[in-house]
């Protein structure tokens, strides 16, 4: 099998002296879509967080082990963090455009990184939100306020806004879960078109979306990996005893 694009080795990490992660060992292919499952408090969004040093900015916490991207040890001293979440990008729970235009949000991250050709950022604001499956909504209405629209389509704009900066791996934290079913529905559907060009790696709470939308899926449980399977094995046949009682509402 070829190198993964992520993993991790062993990351244990602790918010004072609670550990919520003990010993994560988790590999990431390149392209598709992996799903991180688990109840309420058993550290996904915590897990999904190291893996572009999101969790950097909560005061007392303490990592160990590796977090691996490429060839590039992600809690080595010298990573660039600015340069690691332009390559590793995350889009939030709560849709978060800024109180810019939609084509502000888009080029924000190519705007910090000095681009300045008029014609690239058009190009980037095109690709982004075609690719973000709202191109043909917002295309009249470049110049409208990003937060006069529909929670949905903001969504879309920040999965645009992440895009527009060409990453390698999309974290998506409960991308969908303060969403309404049709709006929910239009970024699953974005998100399957999206595994062909990134590795997705996203939160959810919703089974049903899972098994509808991941190719892989990983069970946590108290700050443990249980399991982690092909989605439909995981589904239709897991093999440890927590991940049948989870996936059949037995608990969480
Ligand atoms: N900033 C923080 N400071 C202290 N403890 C935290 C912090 N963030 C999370 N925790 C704790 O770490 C554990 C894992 O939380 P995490 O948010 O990663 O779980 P989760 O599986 O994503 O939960 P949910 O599905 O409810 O979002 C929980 O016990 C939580 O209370």
Redesign the pocket.
Do not use: M, N, Q, W
């Given at each position: 099998m070829a190198l993964p694009i992520m993993s991790t080795d062993n990351l244990h990490l602790f918010?004072?002296k609670?550990e919520?992660l003990k010993g994560i060992n988790l590999d990431f292919q390149e392209k598709g879509i992996t799903a991180l499952i688990?109840?309420?408090?058993?550290?996904?969004?915590?897990?999904?967080?190291c893996l572009n040093r999101m969790n950097d900015l909560?005061d007392?916490?303490t990592i160990t082990g590796n977090v691996m991207f490429k060839n590039q040890n992600v809690y080595a001293p010298d990573t660039d963090i600015v340069a690691l979440r332009k390559e590793v990008g995350m889009v939030f729970q709560q849709p978060n455009p800024f109180p810019f235009s939609i084509y502000e949000n888009v080029i924000y991250g190519l705007r910090l990184a000095g681009v300045r050709d008029k014609q690239v950022l058009d190009e980037a604001v095109e690709r982004s939100l075609r690719q973000a499956a709202i191109w043909d909504e917002v295309k009249d209405d470049l110049h409208k306020n990003a937060l006069a629209l529909s929670g949905g389509q903001q969504q879309r704009v920040c999965i645009a806004r992440v895009l527009a900066v060409s990453p390698e791996v999309l974290l998506l934290?409960?991308p969908t879960s303060a969403l309404d079913p049709v709006s929910s529905h239009v970024i699953e559907e974005t998100l399957l078109q999206l595994r062909y060009d990134y590795t997705v790696i996203t939160?959810t709470?919703n089974l049903q979306q899972a098994s509808r939308i991941a190719d892989r899926t990983a069970f946590?449980l108290q700050?443990e990996l249980i399991e982690v399977s092909d989605t439909k094995k995981m589904f239709m046949d897991p093999q440890k005893q927590q991940t049948q009682d989870y996936i059949s509402g037995r608990f969480g």
């Open positions: 918010y004072g609670k919520a688990g109840p309420s408090g058993c550290g996904k969004s915590t897990f999904l967080r909560i007392d916490v934290d409960e939160v709470h946590f700050g």
